[in-house]
């Protein structure tokens, strides 16, 4: 008799700290099925490329039909809401115009623009763990650097910097299912807060532009559409849901596989040079994006797996960044690969528009991390904490010394 095909569980033993070997196991005997959460899952870095591409794939959350089993209540709405205008969520046509905006705004001018500030802000944010001989990577460091950052292009004043790390991360963690409604509250409310700050400065940016993010997106046309003034706040917002707890995480996660490849951050240090292609091979080796979701907008068939309209299609990235069939030796970290086309930025129409800064700042990160933290190694005692999720991998505290 047979023994039944392995299928995805994200509550098996261990999962939370390490899914890579789970991952391995469904891409070799079970790489498309449908899970007992009632969602398809796929696990091979070819099959994402053909679901990324699918025109039946659709990437608004609202037309799955076990939507408002996800819902949280009343409390949820406003967060809703903002997934209307939320580019990453928005299918074409509407989808078209709004990213060829965001395109022209987050452009090669704003990257040598960004190289300056992100050095000024990872050598500030480090300075007090200098002195102190080690932090949490996490709060004291990854979780900073890309608020500071986006702030520094909206061109915000830097005492409200800090205010803007509470609030995109109290949004942020309504992201999950089956929260407690405090959080939601807190998110709402911190949401609010935010387009609050951002109402009357928008509008003066329209009137007066500058040189900065938050004018550009205020003015910049595309076939003479302009974002309206809802959408210019929601996507201030999703500045920072989209830059902060990725980009953080990316961070923490790169500085965490390089403590466990001791010899790998040997290499950076002999060879800094490696670092520009060593920050795509850490996305891939253990990204913090897991999973992109897609909504079969008819009924389809994926690789010998029969998907209804208004099913979930889930595209396991951490899975697929792994598949031996596009990176031999894919379970190996190894900070000289060319590890391009990799997933974690996404692929095709909805990929992420502000990739290379993402890139860029992993980068500097990391850079200050060499040069300012000689000696960093993991804290004695210490015990890195992953967060409780599924979609979103990360670390909840990760404790250095330099």
């Not at 950076?268 to 907008?297: I, W």
Request: charged share 25%.
């Amino acid at each position: 008799m047979l023994a039944p095909a392995p299928v995805f569980d994200p509550r098996s033993p261990g999962f939370i700290s390490d899914p890579y070997p789970h991952y391995a196991v469904l891409r070799a005997h079970n790489p498309v099925h449908l899970t007992r959460f009632r969602f398809v899952i796929m696990t091979r870095h070819a099959h994402l490329l053909e679901a990324y591409r699918h025109p039946l794939l659709s990437r608004n959350i609202r037309l799955w039909d076990d939507f408002s089993m996800w819902r949280r209540g009343r409390t949820d709405g406003p967060l809703e809401r903002m997934m209307d205008n939320w580019l990453v969520m928005i299918d074409p046509p509407r989808h078209t115009p709004l990213r060829a905006i965001h395109e022209k705004v987050f452009c090669a001018a704003l990257f040598t623009a960004a190289a300056p500030v992100l050095a000024e802000i990872t050598g500030a944010l480090l300075a007090g763990p200098r002195q102190r001989g080690g932090c949490d990577l996490v709060a004291d460091y990854a979780d900073r650097v890309p608020v500071y950052l986006t702030c520094a292009l909206l061109d915000l004043p830097r005492a409200d910097w800090e205010q803007f790390v509470s609030w995109s991360r109290a949004i942020a963690l309504t992201t999950e299912t089956f929260l407690p409604r405090s959080v939601l509250r807190d998110g709402e409310q911190a949401r609010a807060a935010m387009a609050e700050y951002f109402a009357p400065l928008a509008s003066r940016r329209r009137r007066q532009p500058g040189d900065d993010v938050l004018s550009g997106l205020a003015v910049t046309e595309e076939a003479g559409r302009r974002l309206t003034d809802e959408e210019l706040i929601d996507s201030l917002i999703f500045l920072y849901q989209a830059g902060h707890p990725t980009s953080s995480q990316l961070i923490a996660l790169a500085v965490h596989s390089l403590l466990a490849n001791p010899g790998e951050l040997d290499r950076l240090r002999a060879d800094p040079g490696l670092l520009p292609a060593a920050v795509d091979e850490l996305a891939r080796y253990d990204g913090p994006v897991q999973m992109n979701d897609r909504v079969a907008t008819h009924d389809l068939t994926l690789f010998g797996v029969e998907v209804t309209a208004g099913q979930l299609v889930r595209l396991c990235i951490g899975a697929a960044n792994r598949d031996d069939d596009r990176y031999p030796g894919a379970e190996k970290l190894d900070v000289g690969r060319r590890a391009s086309g990799h997933l974690g930025y996404g692929h095709g129409l909805h990929s992420c528009v502000a990739a290379q800064l993402g890139r860029q700042q992993a980068r500097a990160a990391i850079a200050a991390l060499l040069e300012h933290a000689p000696r960093l190694r993991l804290a004695a005692g210490a015990h890195p904490r992953f967060r409780p999720s599924m979609s979103n991998r990360g670390l909840t505290e990760l404790h250095v010394e330099f």
